[in-house]
């Protein structure tokens, strides 16, 4: 029976918070489909990610989708849930989507009364001051995601859903280790704490783990506390199987966040094939075939060894699309489905959970075995089914990483990054 059970509403999310588990030496399954999940066979999990891709979902959808997962949880997991399970609530960083509606109607469903919430990410520099989240320090509605926020206050967004909701300062999480826990234990109803560092993720895991709440809320910094990891050459991950990365690489970046149009522009200016999707990306006056004869050359025609012979495809230079964000991301799915038929690259990288899911879709894949973190936010993972089972997956969120990230990545899959499952 898994030890931990994740629902997350975005694909990215989902991965890089399953890595927590891989890092700590458990088999991480990461379920992209949950309503065809019984398909699914993974007995040696320990750690399952239902991903319900409801971000961008209506609300009343949202919190339907989070619910209905609870129906397809291990015995002894459903309510009343039996210890030692626990059950993580995986929400953005940044708080976009529906994090108050769906971790209520995952707390009714599964019939318990009280949840930690901690969003911070140190990681990937964001934190949370006063029930307040920052992003490289400044507060949400002076970054790129406040278009997409209604808040970046904890207590604005948690609070109005039939939950008390308690706060915890940064000086409260500092103090007193068994206080901690003894505070928390006398709360009924949510509790939204404080995070600046990773320090303070892992006094709050162990003071949860310590007083027995059972639903925790928040990014993959606080999965990852909640995980220990396993120091480097002691870890086992109950194989031996050796994964070896080559190239060619292609990389679907559907994510129009400026660090991913930095980390693209870096690679291009490094010598990677890059490829901007038309205007008429996804209309009838647009040529699927054509596109793919000419990035097929790309990749079919270059020098193994070089950078030519890696290719980002992205709609980064695309304008709002009539059509909506959610046809423009399956139209790139069906693009990178025809894209790997053709030239069977040796990794794709997939920026942005809603293309992610497209292009996994259009690959007829249900399922994501992970097997690595290559940098925070970033997962490896192979398809577990489907016809391309096997197929090395990178996932990275869209405002993830410096500006050399993507080219980072290329270079290691370029010297044929290999390494052992069990000595990582």
Same mark, same amino acid.
Not at 29 to 46: C, E, K, Y
Not at 125 to 132: C, K, L
Not at 320 to 338: E, N, R, W, Y
């Given at each position: ?8 509403? +975005? ?16 088999? @991480? ?5 949950? /309503?065809? =999940? /019984? ?12 991903? @319900? ?9 949202? !919190?339907?989708?989070?619910? *209905? ?10 309510? &009343? ?12 960083? @940044? ?19 009280? !949840? ?5 990410? &140190? ?22 995601? #406040? ?31 068994? %206080?901690?826990a003894q505070h928390m ?84 200016a490094r010598g990677v ?8 990306? *996804? ?5 699927? =075939? ?12 270059? +020098? ?11 709609? #980064?230079?695309? +304008? ?22 053709? @030239?069977?690259? *040796?990794?794709?990288?997939?920026? %942005? ?47 993830? %990483?410096?500006d050399e990230t993507l ?8 010297? /044929? ?8």
């Amino acid at each position: 029976m898994p030890k931990l059970s994740v629902i997350a509403d +975005d694909l990215t999310g989902a991965c890089d918070t399953g890595c927590a588990g891989v890092l700590a030496g458990l088999r @991480t399954m990461v379920i992209l489909d949950v /309503q065809r =999940s /019984q398909n699914v066979d993974a007995p040696w999990a320990d750690v399952i990610v239902y991903n @319900t891709d409801s971000r961008y979902l209506p609300v009343d959808q949202a !919190a339907r989708a989070v619910a *209905g997962v609870v129906a397809n949880l291990p015995k002894g997991m459903q309510r &009343p849930i039996s210890p030692p399970h626990l059950v993580y609530k995986k929400i953005d960083s @940044t708080l976009r989507g529906h994090p108050g509606e769906e971790l209520a109607a995952l707390m009714r469903a599964l019939g318990v009364t009280c !949840a930690l919430i901690v969003p911070a990410f &140190p990681a990937q520099r964001r934190t949370t001051i006063d029930g307040q989240v920052l992003v490289n320090g400044h507060p949400l509605a002076q970054t790129p995601f #406040a278009s997409e926020v209604a808040s970046g206050d904890l207590r604005s967004l948690f609070g109005g859903h039939g939950y008390p909701v308690h706060a915890i300062s940064l000086e409260d999480v500092r103090g007193d280790k068994d %206080g901690l826990a003894q505070h928390m234990a006398e709360q009924d109803g949510i509790i939204i704490a404080d995070a600046e560092f990773d320090d303070d993720l892992q006094l709050l895991a162990t003071a949860a783990q310590a007083c027995g709440i059972q639903v925790l809320c928040g990014s993959a910094g606080l999965a990852h506390s909640l995980l220990a990891p396993v120091p480097k050459g002691c870890k086992a991950l109950h194989s031996s199987e050796a994964y070896r990365l080559g190239g060619p690489l292609l990389m679907i970046a559907g994510s129009r966040h400026p660090a991913t149009l930095r980390q693209i522009e870096v690679a291009r200016a490094r010598g990677v094939a890059v490829m901007d999707v038309p205007p008429e990306f *996804g209309q009838t006056s647009w040529s699927r =075939s054509s596109f793919l004869k000419e990035s097929g050359a790309r990749l079919d025609d270059s +020098d193994p060894g070089r950078n030519e012979s890696h290719l980002i495809i992205t709609t #980064a230079r695309l +304008d709002d699309s009539p059509l909506g964000k959610h046809v423009i991301a399956q139209h790139l799915g069906l693009l990178a489905a025809d894209a790997v038929e053709r @030239t069977a690259p *040796g990794v794709i990288l997939l920026t %942005g959970g809603d293309v992610a899911t497209a292009v996994c879709t259009a690959l007829n894949a249900h399922a994501i075995e992970l097997l690595d973190e290559l940098h925070p936010g970033i997962a490896l993972g192979r398809l577990a089914d489907g016809p391309h089972v096997g197929l090395h997956v990178i996932t990275k969120a869209g405002g993830f %990483g410096d500006d050399e990230t993507l080219w980072q990545l290329v270079k290691k899959i370029g010297s /044929q990054m290999s390494c052992l499952v069990s000595d990582l």
